[in-house]
């Protein structure tokens, strides 16, 4: 508990460009959670270079995710919003964590077995102990809740047995997590393929819609989705590319899909996906205009970075002392 709040933590890569699915998934709802949780939101630099990265490119996307989080209603003085590489307590905890983690639990991970079969020439040590870091950032911060997605909940089970582990040898040291289940977001499916998810790793970016599309990316894109023959706006499963757009208009407008059958009843697939093009360009739109603001205040940004970071910092060592401590490490001389 930090502050009579439970504690959130989560954490975001800034390779790939966010989609309209991670933004109406999952940021749009995390803007209300600050009142009941203490967050931690971490941009996880170091989960990044486990895969080659051209570091201008690494180091511009960390900021503009930084930056993005923040325009997008993410109040940083009441978020904790940093750079994981600003806080060194990450890479002790993952090494003294390592020590308590078995070859085998690693070896089982999906996105351990996926990631090496994509980067054949590059299995390095970091990918296969990717998990023990996600641990120690989760775990560092006493965290209570993590917002994850299916495709990580693997390894929060990791997390959760290692902490366990851990305090079954040396007593209550760490909390134990819960994935968070709150209020889910839309699920929004790829504009090309609709039975499969929007996703910022996609081949095919007209199956996306990034963030900072600019509208006539947004229009094109809406005016190619994949739709089908039936030439009617209903909201069911045998039409999953109108139902898709369904709910992307539903999450834009806080409409509810009968409202929207009934608002397009007798209209056509083309002038639906219009509307829906300009629906997201009405949420993207300012979005943008707050990102490209934000830029343009560097001392400002620079000061959350610093703040934030000291913040995140005057934790983590909470937890590190204590975590040294147990398994032995000689105290410090002050
Ligand atoms: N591995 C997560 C992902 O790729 C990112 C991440 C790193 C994370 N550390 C975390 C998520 C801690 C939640 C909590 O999506």
């Given at each position: 508990?930090i502050?009579?709040?439970?504690?959130?933590?989560?954490?975001?890569?800034?390779?790939?460009?966010?989609?309209?699915?991670?933004?109406?998934?999952?940021?749009?709802?995390?803007?209300?959670?600050?009142?009941?949780?203490?967050?931690?939101?971490?941009?996880?630099?170091?989960?990044?270079?486990?895969?080659?990265?051209?570091?201008?490119?690494?180091?511009?996307?960390?900021?503009?995710?930084?930056?993005?989080?923040?325009?997008?209603?993410?109040?940083?003085?009441?978020?904790?919003?940093?750079?994981?590489?600003?806080?060194?307590?990450?890479?002790?905890?993952?090494?003294?964590?390592?020590?308590?983690?078995?070859?085998?639990?690693?070896n089982?991970?999906?996105?351990?077995?996926?990631?090496?079969?994509?980067?054949?020439?590059?299995?390095?040590?970091?990918?296969?102990?990717?998990?023990?870091?996600?641990?120690?950032?989760?775990?560092?911060?006493?965290?209570?809740?993590?917002?994850?997605?299916?495709?990580?909940?693997?390894?929060?089970?990791?997390?959760?047995?290692?902490?366990q582990?851990?305090?079954s040898?040396?007593?209550?040291?760490?909390?134990?997590?819960?994935?968070?289940i709150?209020?889910?977001?839309?699920?929004i499916?790829?504009?090309?393929?609709?039975?499969?998810?929007?996703?910022?790793?996609?081949?095919?970016?007209?199956g996306?819609?990034?963030?900072?599309?600019?509208?006539?990316?947004?229009?094109?894109k809406?005016?190619?989705?994949v739709?089908?023959?039936?030439?009617?706006?209903?909201?069911?499963?045998?039409?999953?590319?109108?139902?898709?757009?369904i709910?992307?208009?539903?999450?834009?407008?806080?409409?509810?899909?009968?409202?929207?059958?009934?608002?397009?009843?007798?209209?056509?697939?083309?002038?639906?996906?219009?509307?829906?093009?300009e629906?997201i360009?009405?949420?993207?739109?300012?979005?943008?205009d707050?990102?490209?603001?934000?830029?343009k205040?560097?001392?400002?940004?620079?000061?959350?970075?610093?703040?934030?970071?000291?913040?995140?910092?005057?934790?983590?060592?909470?937890?590190?002392?204590?975590?040294?401590?147990?398994?032995?490490?000689?105290?410090?001389?002050?």
């Amino acid at each position: 508990m930090i502050n009579d709040k439970k504690v959130l933590f989560s954490g975001m890569q800034a390779t790939g460009n966010l989609t309209l699915g991670n933004y109406l998934g999952a940021l749009k709802n995390w803007i209300t959670l600050s009142d009941e949780y203490e967050c931690f939101y971490s941009v996880v630099d170091m989960h990044s270079i486990t895969v080659r990265q051209d570091p201008q490119i690494l180091r511009k996307r960390a900021r503009a995710l930084l930056t993005l989080y923040i325009a997008a209603g993410l109040d940083p003085e009441k978020n904790c919003i940093y750079y994981q590489s600003h806080v060194s307590g990450h890479a002790e905890l993952s090494w003294i964590l390592n020590c308590y983690t078995y070859m085998g639990e690693l070896n089982r991970m999906t996105q351990f077995k996926d990631k090496s079969a994509k980067h054949a020439d590059n299995i390095n040590a970091g990918l296969f102990t990717y998990p023990v870091l996600m641990a120690s950032d989760i775990l560092l911060f006493q965290a209570d809740v993590v917002p994850v997605g299916i495709d990580q909940m693997q390894h929060l089970e990791l997390t959760r047995d290692i902490a366990q582990r851990f305090n079954s040898i040396y007593g209550d040291v760490f909390t134990v997590p819960e994935a968070y289940i709150g209020k889910v977001g839309a699920k929004i499916m790829s504009l090309q393929d609709p039975t499969k998810k929007m996703s910022k790793s996609d081949e095919n970016p007209n199956g996306s819609i990034y963030l900072l599309d600019d509208p006539d990316t947004i229009m094109r894109k809406c005016k190619r989705a994949v739709t089908d023959s039936e030439a009617q706006i209903l909201y069911r499963d045998e039409q999953p590319g109108v139902k898709n757009l369904i709910d992307i208009y539903c999450a834009c407008t806080n409409k509810t899909a009968d409202e929207v059958v009934r608002e397009f009843a007798g209209k056509g697939y083309g002038d639906f996906k219009t509307a829906v093009g300009e629906v997201i360009v009405s949420v993207l739109k300012p979005l943008q205009d707050e990102v490209a603001r934000l830029e343009k205040d560097k001392v400002y940004i620079d000061s959350i970075i610093k703040n934030n970071a000291e913040k995140a910092n005057y934790y983590a060592t909470k937890t590190l002392c204590k975590v040294q401590r147990k398994v032995g490490f000689p105290d410090r001389i002050r």
